[in-house]
């Protein structure tokens, strides 16, 4: 078979307070981000106990994958424990010949997929001549398998509405916002908003909308929009009662989902008299976990598939090497 190893690859959270500040200096290293602004940030985590939910899901990830294949499944971060480079460097001393990367994210953008690419390059670089040859899973938003965690989940916070007032609830999608330079050189909305529609269709809810949260850039930069919470404000001012929200654009729960949607919105909607449910992430959702199985059991089958391609998903000009 041409593949030995599973690597999960993914962002990475603190799991302790001690954890939150180092942390994000991981994740703001070489960034002209103010330390202010970190500052702020890290309040984000000290709200939910200084643990992120992210390195949690991994685990879960992990162990489901391992009940369904008879492959080795590693995991490695981008910005804390277990680093990446660390877990290369275990997969060598393993022996292991040939690795597929999944990241935990199933969309195209230069931080959703490219540079996980550019992470994996990196910790091979790192490592030196053990480091495995690995190969990164593609995109993986427009599978069957991801569509029917996400519709499972949205119709199942539908049910929450009282039956009378259902039908006018409005489905409202979330992702990331990121800079519309990186929009602009990438599918990334456009494949949300097809996830978007193929979701409303599977809950029979035409009533929805995209918009997007988490925005972090400076404000004379353009970022995509709306924002959701201007969104539900505007929702509140037509008269709109009950506001169901998927986040669509998070494989699992992250500090983002749970800050900016459960604390953030949740607590606007409060203040608004709007009612506020908010959908699972898919996690490991079983249609989630048996997409992964058939994705890696497809490349083991046919390795002269085709993945990214050298130059898709550029990383803005301001984050190019040497720029």
């Avoid at 910005?79 to 597929?100: E, S, Y």
């Avoid at 996980?116 to 670089?125: F, G, M, N, V």
Wanted: charged residues 20%.
């Amino acid at each position: 078979m041409p593949y030995d190893a599973i690597l999960i690859v993914s962002f990475g959270g603190p799991e302790r307070v001690e954890d939150v500040i180092p942390f994000l200096e991981n994740v703001l290293r070489g960034r002209n981000v103010p330390r202010e602004r970190m500052l702020q940030v890290a309040e984000h985590y000290y709200h939910f106990g200084g643990r992120s939910p992210i390195n949690d899901h991994c685990r879960e990830l992990t162990a489901a994958l391992r009940e369904r294949i008879d492959l080795p499944v590693y995991w490695g971060n981008r910005n804390w424990q277990p680093m990446l480079a660390d877990t290369v460097r275990q997969m060598g001393a393993d022996g292991v010949k040939h690795a597929l990367a999944i990241a935990t994210s199933a969309y195209s953008c230069y931080s959703g997929c490219r540079q996980y690419i550019d992470d994996i390059i990196a910790a091979r670089a790192v490592v030196g001549p053990t480091a495995p040859p690995i190969d990164k899973l593609p995109p993986f938003s427009s599978h069957a398998g991801f569509l029917g965690a996400n519709a499972d989940n949205a119709i199942e916070a539908l049910a929450r509405i009282p039956e009378e007032r259902r039908a006018a609830a409005r489905l409202i999608f979330t992702a990331h916002s990121i800079p519309t330079s990186m929009a602009t050189a990438c599918r990334y909305e456009e494949q949300l908003t097809e996830i978007a529609r193929s979701v409303s269709a599977a809950a029979e809810h035409p009533e929805w909308d995209l918009v997007w949260q988490s925005r972090s850039g400076p404000p004379t930069q353009p970022w995509l929009e709306p924002d959701i919470l201007d969104h539900l404000r505007a929702l509140a001012a037509k008269g709109v009662r009950d506001a169901v929200v998927s986040p669509i654009g998070f494989l699992s729960d992250h500090m983002e989902v749970m800050y900016d949607l459960d604390y953030e919105a949740a607590h606007l909607c409060a203040e608004l008299g709007l009612n506020f449910v908010r959908a699972k992430t898919p996690g490991v959702h079983p249609k989630l976990i048996e997409m992964l199985v058939e994705l890696i059991a497809e490349r083991q089958a046919h390795p002269e598939m085709p993945f990214c391609q050298p130059g898709c998903c550029p990383a803005p000009l301001a984050r190019r090497p040497g720029a």
